[in-house]
Structure formats: C-alpha cells, structure tokens
C-alpha cells in the first residue's frame, strides 16, 4: 500500500506548494474566472485483476456523464466537484463461492458518479505552463436482480458494485493562440473497489464480495482545450494506459463555460 499512496503524496505536496508562491499567471487567452462549470462525456476500457490473490482478470468498460461545477481560488487554481451517472461492465467475471457458479454476462450496470479534482499553477515557462492535477471519483452502482437461467427452478441473483479512482501527477499546457491550448499529462492512475453478489435458489441461498483492482496504475493523456466563443471551450482527451497486458484506453468530451 505504501507504494501505491507514494506518488499521489508528491503530487499533493506540488499541488500545495504553488499556494504559498504564487506567480504571474500567462495572460494570453484562456482569461481567469471565479466560476467554470463543465459537462463531459467520458468512455473508457481497462483491465480489471480479481479472484483469490486478484489472479484473474477480465475488461471493465465505463461510460459517465459527469458535471463538474467549478470555483477558482486563485489564478491558476481551482477546485471543482464531480457529479454524474455511469453504466459500468463487468462482464465476464466470475463467482465461485456461491451454491451454483456464476459468470456475470449481464451488460451494463448504472449508478451515480461523486467525486472531486483540482489543479494548481506550478510555474510558467513562457508558452509552457505547468501543474499539478488530481481526482477523485467514486462509482455506486444500483443494485440488480437477474433471473439465473437454466434451472429447473427459480433462481436469481442480485449484484451491487462500486469502486473509486485516483489519478493525480504532473501537467503540461502549451499555449499556441489567444484559442487553442493542447496539454500532456502523465498521471498516478489506481482503481479498486468490489462487486458485491447475492444468490437465492430456493432454500440454497449464498454470498460473495469479489475485490477488483486495476491492473496498471500509469496512464497517459493527450488533450486540447479550444476557445470556440468567449468564455466557452471545447474539451477533447485521449488517454492510454501502457503497462497493461492490453492497452487502456480513455476518451474524453465535453465543453467549459466560465462566468
């Protein structure tokens, strides 16, 4: 566990740093404002340990749609709050401990999104800027009831997932025009949480709590924020995740209006 809070510790510290510090903030385009409210869409797919010593691993794939009010304290730092609704996937997993073994083959699971994130002013390197951003968002998911097929009798089953996401870790924007700022971020990235699996056939009844895990916890994002109209930009990322077996993938949407 020490190994996995290491780096989200730094980046806290440079997230704090700048506070005491504060420096001129570049002044081309992108003007300040106290109040940015953002709407996003946001997909991604990765891959997901599990199993007795998380030795087994399947895809979870995700969608949300999140709004994020948010408030700047200072210029070039600001906070926001991450609200929205997700449809998460854990297909192919598998219960074993319960009195018939399940694989899930069910789809999508919704649930609601809550979280928060924040980014801070570092310094300024003519057209460069960099900071330090970090997030944190936590999926419940609603509870479902699926008739088990297959069996001479009745039987169903009753999921409850959740989980939560850290990412935090350097950012670098480049400021090309009063409209166009493309960004690079390499970022801390840990999922984990459990999906939680009740089963009832007849008078055979069992339980079982299934830990997940992500498998890599580096990512990569490529994005841009473009300036189609005053106080409106248009959000577009791209992210990866490297280390995994088979690549992660993120991709980003959305649109920021400040007042």
Do not use: C
């Amino acid at each position: 566990m020490v190994k996995k809070t290491f780096l989200p510790v730094i980046t806290i510290i440079l997230m704090i740093t700048p506070l005491f510090s504060a420096q001129p903030f570049y002044k081309q385009g992108f003007s300040t404002q106290q109040i940015r409210l953002g709407f996003e869409a946001a997909f991604f797919e990765r891959t997901i340990t599990w199993g007795e010593d998380q030795s087994e691993t399947s895809s979870m794939k995700n969608l949300m749609f999140l709004l994020k009010p948010g408030y700047e304290l200072m210029e070039g730092t600001w906070i926001s709050a991450v609200l929205g609704y997700s449809l998460s996937n854990f297909d192919e997993m598998i219960f074993r401990k319960l009195p018939f073994s399940l694989e899930l083959n069910t789809g999508n699971i919704d649930g609601i999104v809550l979280g928060g994130e924040a980014e801070v002013r570092i310094r300024n390197f003519s057209r460069l800027t960099l900071s330090a951003t970090g997030q944190f968002i936590y999926y419940l998911g609603f509870k479902e009831d699926w008739e088990i097929p297959g069996l001479n009798v009745e039987g169903t089953a009753t999921g409850n997932p959740s989980w939560a996401q850290l990412t935090a870790g350097p950012k670098f924007s480049f400021h090309v025009n009063d409209y166009l700022r493309p960004y690079l971020t390499v970022h801390y990235d840990i999922l984990w949480g459990k999906f939680k699996m009740n089963q009832k056939i007849e008078e055979l009844s069992g339980e079982q709590e299934m830990k997940i895990e992500s498998k890599s916890n580096l990512n990569l994002s490529i994005g841009a924020l473009y300036e189609i109209i005053d106080r409106v930009d248009l959000k577009a990322e791209t992210t990866f995740l490297p280390l995994e077996e088979q690549i992660g993938l993120k991709l980003v949407i959305g649109v920021r209006v400040s007042f």
